[in-house]
């Protein structure tokens, strides 16, 4: 066994060991973000195609994977995106494939475009997992209001709902991003977090901000775990996958 390799395992078991502790699951306070009456839907709360063309290539992609995936098995469904896409392949058998895992990650994508490819994919008809993990938003942070984008991510949750009422979404907060706690979009991820928290039930939706586990006490995100301070790496992907564990292992149970 090489020693990078070792090095590498060693920082997985460490990563898998702290997901195992407690990761705080949202408990319904005030309610899920919501278009109010008559008002005008902001625009990341209404659907729409992402001007990015390797947008579209991966769209292309995941409408030859579903024409050849066996999608009535699949029990555990992905959706996000470069965060949710780029998941390390050898991270991502490890923990999922073994239980019917699919991946529909698109890198670049926004919460229109995810509400956009939603309404126009097999969720709901021959795609119906037990559990969804959603994982939306960088990508609209660069709306200042934060609500706005929020409020995209919430009705990315009720059109999941809408489409597939049987299967259980596991909602993930925006992952840190920045060198350090002084960074200004840190912020924003988190009031756009604390808006989305709201959305759990804790029957249907669940929450959860693994965030913390990605930075040093200080908040301090290094180039070790993200590799360009958004991206997570290998280490980065398995401390993501180790601090959602015990959440998927309890909303989905044994394979």
């Known amino acids: 066994m090489s020693g990078s390799f070792r090095r590498f395992l060693s920082v997985s078991a460490l990563a898998l060991l702290a997901g195992f502790m407690a990761v705080p699951v949202a408990r319904a306070q005030v309610a899920c973000p919501a278009i109010p009456p008559r008002a005008a839907p902001p625009a990341e709360a209404v659907p729409g195609l992402v001007p990015v063309p390797y947008w579209h290539q991966r769209m292309e992609v995941l409408g030859r994977t579903s024409a050849t995936t066996d999608l009535p098995r699949v029990r555990l469904l992905f959706l996000g ?36 490819r939603l309404a126009r994919s097999p969720l709901g008809t021959t795609l119906r997992p037990q559990l969804v993990v959603l994982m939306i938003g960088t990508n609209n942070t660069h ?48 009031r756009v977090n604390a808006l989305v928290s709201r959305c759990a039930d804790n029957t249907a939706v669940f ?19 993200a590799t360009d301070l958004l991206h997570p790496t290998v280490i980065g992907y398995a401390i ?11 909303l989905l149970g044994k394979p």
């Open 81 to 116: 995106d470069s965060i949710t896409e780029g998941w390390t392949p050898l991270i991502f058998q490890q923990f999922y494939g073994h239980r019917g895992a699919l991946n529909m990650g698109v890198g670049s994508d926004t919460t229109q475009g995810l509400l956009w």
């Open 143 to 190: 709306n200042p209001k934060s609500d706005e984008v929020a409020l995209g991510i919430a009705e990315t949750i009720r059109l999941i709902r809408q489409r597939s009422p049987g299967s259980r979404i596991l909602v993930v907060g925006i992952p840190p991003r920045g060198a350090t706690a002084l960074d200004p979009v840190r912020g924003s991820v988190a």
């Open 207 to 225: 929450y959860t901000d693994p965030g913390a586990m990605m930075v040093d006490h200080a908040g301090n995100l290094s180039n070790q775990v």
């Open 240 to 250: 993501l996958s180790a601090a959602l564990e015990p959440l998927i292992h309890s």
